[in-house]
């Protein structure tokens, strides 16, 4: 279980940072959404004039004996005031759907590619869910909010005031008392964005939870089949999808209160507008045409003023998805290429562990490190077989070497040279893995098998995949449907645990690395297959430095030397005949009993007796 709960995040950022941050983005296409604005302002300003057409047509055409060829033209004004609004509505759109969705897709790649770079240790701590929501949902958010509530809420509030100024300038009583209505609104608006604020990011932090509860139950459904823990995984999400079911009704009835609020303030300084009117009416201080004016502009005002209240809302809400955006950019990327990278005098893939301490960030304080002050040595071309109990830290210290942990204290070092001062994609072609636990990607054979290979002058690809696959025993793939080229991984074709193993074992090998580190990669093959592997591994090791986690004799037989580990540190390192001889703790690792002694140690031990 990740350690990422919903909404523990305190961002420590002030309110506005994610704005101006947003600010940075939106540059390139601020002229295009200045564009978009001003179609929309043209928009909410032919709708504002469709009243003040109105009056003129009470003063000066609805009464008896009114000029019938000014009517036919005021009809006429106002249709064509009704196209060109409709037209600029259209434009708006043109204008900006295209550079908010291209935002979106960039921030969105910029999203993935930090999600790339940022270390192992931050991918431990998050959930998928977490991660996928605030690459997709967030995003679709903030386009919606681009391409819609940011100018719409700017247009909105410049049509509400305009609209203001033209009651003003109508009548200024009737315009203060309009107005008067803005004050409850601006003490409620302030309470409603707090609450709501606070509801958005629970409810977004809780869909991410929610789609890492399904990506872990899809992934992990043959476990909750074959234990039987469907109902219980279903009670579980079950849970999580109500709570976020009560999160988004409190934040719908928030936002529903606020709205009734908003609506409802306008109506009753409208009741009072009308009273005033009716009193200056009959005073003679305003037309007839005048009132029906001010009564047009209130219901022009009308869907401002409501609008106002949900874009206010959706802002809100983006503003939150904003915060989770960039609180996984601001994540720092602890395992990064130095700004002076160094190479090695002599490339010889000699492998040194120096004084290595590491302890997981997870771990708790005053914990004992995984690893304590570890020494190792290989040689060049060397292989040395990792042997060790469960949990002693063997798949923690093979992953040192190619940086996905970053050693707490002390150095790893190739050809003498900090693995820290190496340029990452250098190191990474310097090394390889192969993990016991095996991803494949979905993608062809051939993508998976190659995706480390560097292109070699001299050396044609093809001849690199299929000795990759001889030598792991991969000669399967050709009886597949479409051969090097039949999709696997996810959705592709499903493979056994050992056909799995066998093509991670060939995408280390294809990679012709110096160094190649191998965590227990024979440990899903039958006795068979897994000789067959390890005679051919014999082979192409021959010349490469080899790191290997064994369990098993048969895969310690590959190894020139042996390092045992225990207790956080290499115990004792030697042949496998050496080790077997004069350790107890290997002997009971390796699942084997004291060797029989021989004759020589026989007469050794009789000599020093007499
Ligand atoms: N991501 C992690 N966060 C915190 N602790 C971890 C993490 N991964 C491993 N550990 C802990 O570190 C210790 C060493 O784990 P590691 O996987 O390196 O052991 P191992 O020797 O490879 O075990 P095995 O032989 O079972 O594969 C264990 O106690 C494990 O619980």
């Not at 590959?558 to 540190?569: E, K, M, Q, S, T």
Request: net charge neutral; proline share 5%; hydrophobic share 45%.
């Amino acid at each position: 279980m990740k350690q990422y709960q919903a909404g523990t995040r305190d961002t420590g950022r002030s309110s506005t940072s994610s704005w101006r941050r947003l600010g940075g983005f939106v540059k390139p296409i601020l002229p295009r959404l200045l564009m978009g604005f001003i179609c929309a302002m043209g928009a909410g300003v032919v709708a504002l004039a469709i009243p003040q057409v109105l009056s003129s047509l009470v003063n000066t055409v609805l009464y008896p004996g009114g000029d019938a060829a000014a009517l036919r033209s005021t009809v006429l004004l106002i249709t064509l005031l009704g196209i060109a609004e409709a037209l600029l509505v259209f434009m708006r759109r043109v204008f900006v759907i295209t550079p908010a969705a291209r935002l979106e897709t960039q921030l969105r790649v910029g999203f993935f590619r930090h999600l790339q770079q940022l270390p192992v240790s931050f991918h431990d701590k998050w959930g998928s869910g977490q991660l996928l929501s605030r690459s997709m949902s967030d995003l679709s958010l903030l386009r919606r909010w681009l391409a819609f509530g940011a100018v719409m809420l700017v247009v909105a509030t410049v049509t509400v005031v305009l609209g203001l100024a033209l009651m003003f300038s109508s009548n200024w009583v009737l315009g203060a008392i309009y107005l008067a209505g803005a004050v409850p609104i601006t003490v409620r608006a302030y309470r409603f964005r707090n609450v709501f604020r606070t509801a958005s990011r629970l409810s977004q932090d809780q869909a991410g939870d929610l789609a890492t509860a399904v990506e872990e139950s899809v992934h992990g459904i043959r476990v909750i089949k074959a234990f039987g823990r469907s109902r219980h995984m279903l009670d579980g999400f079950a849970r999580q999808a109500h709570e976020l079911r009560s999160t988004e009704i409190g934040k719908a009835r928030s936002l529903s209160n606020f709205l009734a609020f908003v609506v409802s303030v306008p109506q009753i300084t409208l009741a009072l507008g009308l009273l005033a009117g009716i009193w200056l009416t009959v005073q003679g201080q305003l037309t007839v045409g005048g009132l029906v004016a001010y009564f047009a502009t209130a219901a022009v005002l009308a869907g401002p003023v409501e609008g106002i209240g949900m874009l206010l809302g959706m802002t809100l809400t983006t503003k939150t998805a904003l915060d989770r955006h960039f609180e996984v950019l601001d994540a720092p990327n602890t395992i990064a290429s130095p700004a002076a990278p160094m190479a090695p005098v002599r490339q010889l893939g000699a492998l040194e562990f120096h004084d290595v301490t590491y302890s997981y960030p997870e771990a708790p304080a005053g914990g004992i490190p995984v690893l304590r002050g570890l020494n190792l040595r290989l040689e060049p071309g060397e292989t040395m077989a990792l042997v060790g109990a469960t949990g002693s830290g063997k798949s923690t210290l093979l992953q040192l070497v190619p940086r996905l942990y970053e050693a707490t204290s002390g150095a790893v070092r190739i050809d003498g040279v900090d693995v820290r001062d190496y340029d990452l994609r250098v190191l990474r072609s310097v090394v390889s893995v192969a993990f016991e636990d095996t991803t494949l990607f979905s993608a062809s054979i051939r993508e998976n098998v190659m995706l480390g290979a560097q292109p070699e002058p001299g050396r044609d690809p093809e001849q690199v995949l299929a000795e990759a696959l001889e030598t792991a025993q991969g000669g399967f793939v050709h009886s597949l449907p479409e051969g090097l080229d039949t999709v696997i991984g996810e959705e592709g074709l499903s493979l056994s645990g050992g056909q799995r193993q066998r093509l991670a074992l060939a995408r280390a090998i294809a990679a012709r690395p110096r160094i190649l580190v191998l965590d227990d990669p024979l440990s899903a093959l039958d006795v068979n297959t897994e000789e067959l592997v390890t005679a051919a591994l014999r082979r192409v090791l021959a010349g490469t430095t080899t790191l290997i986690v064994a369990h098993r004799p048969s895969t310690v037989a590959l190894a020139d030397r042996v390092a045992l580990l225990r207790d956080g540190g290499i115990e004792d390192v030697g042949t496998h005949a050496e080790l077997l001889h004069r350790s107890e703790h290997y002997r009971h690792i390796i699942s084997s009993p004291a060797p029989s002694p021989s004759l020589e140690d026989l007469l050794e031990e009789t000599d020093s007796k007499a």
